[in-house]
């Protein structure tokens, strides 16, 4: 039976020149609070004194910003809902005294359809063009970064409060997962560490690099095992991350049946209904 490449760049542009906005998995209303309330856990030190989105060079500095990276976004709003959520809530302290302020960033290895958001939209919820199995293209994006960094820095050198603070995704894992494996990149001076083949577990190596220590990542996935190979390792900190809550946010079903083609004949094929779940991860 013929598989849908999930993984490919390939499909989703094809896909967005007929897709205006899908929700994968859970509606944004039901994910938002509680990614909400996993960001009132941060450490309050997580979050640094940096330039406001769209005032670069001004010398000008703005309050206290807590950068969330909203990772394979697609046609989803939920990057648009959960930046107007936070700006609603009620301010936060910050390690200062002062407000804590979030922004949300929506990324992607494709540009989504440019229906999707106003241009006062994505002002507030700029887009980045980001590759998560690529080490290079994720520290070429991260919070205050525009453009390659210089070919002598490594991720080791970039400073923690550089990166994100707060990692979003639904069921962009799962499309990793259906990639094939992976070639090693080529090793460079000095390097230890084995670059996984696994792309999900690439992606989890990765965006250990570009994160806070004590920073969070809400995984949303149809798989109840998709981070097992994190609890095998045990207090190994070689992928950077630990599943600190699992916990069931929804149940997905179509009683109507899946229509799929087998061969010169399409067919009806029901599936029993399956859990959705959230996982948190924190790095370490």
């Known amino acids: 039976m013929p598989t849908t490449d999930f993984w490919s760049p390939f499909y989703w542009q094809t896909r967005f020149l007929t897709e205006n906005n899908f929700e994968w998995l859970v509606p944004s209303p039901t994910l938002i609070p509680r990614v909400h309330g996993i960001l009132l856990s941060l450490p309050s030190s997580s979050t640094s004194l940096a330039q406001g989105v769209g005032q670069k060079g001004d010398g000008q500095e703005d309050e206290p910003k807590v950068t969330i990276l909203h990772v394979g976004c697609g046609s989803s709003t939920l990057g648009i809902q959960l930046q107007a959520y936070l700006d609603g809530q009620p301010q936060s302290p910050s390690h200062a005294g002062g407000r804590r302020v979030y922004q949300v960033y929506d990324a992607d290895y494709v540009k989504p359809p440019g229906s ?5 939209e994505e002002r507030k919820v700029p887009f980045k063009l980001v590759d998560l199995l690529s080490t290079e293209s994720l520290l070429s994006n991260l919070p205050h970064q525009e453009g390659p960094i210089p070919s002598d820095d490594t991720a080791k050198a970039i400073e923690e409060v550089q990166k994100w603070d707060f990692i979003l995704d639904k069921s962009t894992c799962d499309a990793i997962s259906t990639g094939p494996q992976l070639s090693p990149p080529p090793f460079s001076a000095g390097q230890i560490e084995q670059t ?5 577990e690439r992606m989890v190596f990765n965006l250990s690099k570009v994160v806070k220590k004590g920073g969070k990542w809400v995984s949303v996935s149809y798989s109840p095992i998709r981070y097992d190979f994190l609890s095998d390792i045990g207090n190994d900190d070689s992928y950077g991350w630990k599943v600190v809550r699992k916990e069931m946010v929804a149940m997905t079903s179509i009683p109507e049946g899946r229509r799929v083609q087998d061969g010169d004949q399409e067919r009806i094929v029901y599936e029993p ?6 996982y948190v991860l924190e790095r370490v």
């Open 196 to 200: 996984p083949a696994d792309p999900v």
């Open 116 to 120: 999707i958001m106003s241009a006062e």
């Open 273 to 278: 209904e399956t859990g959705v779940w959230m």
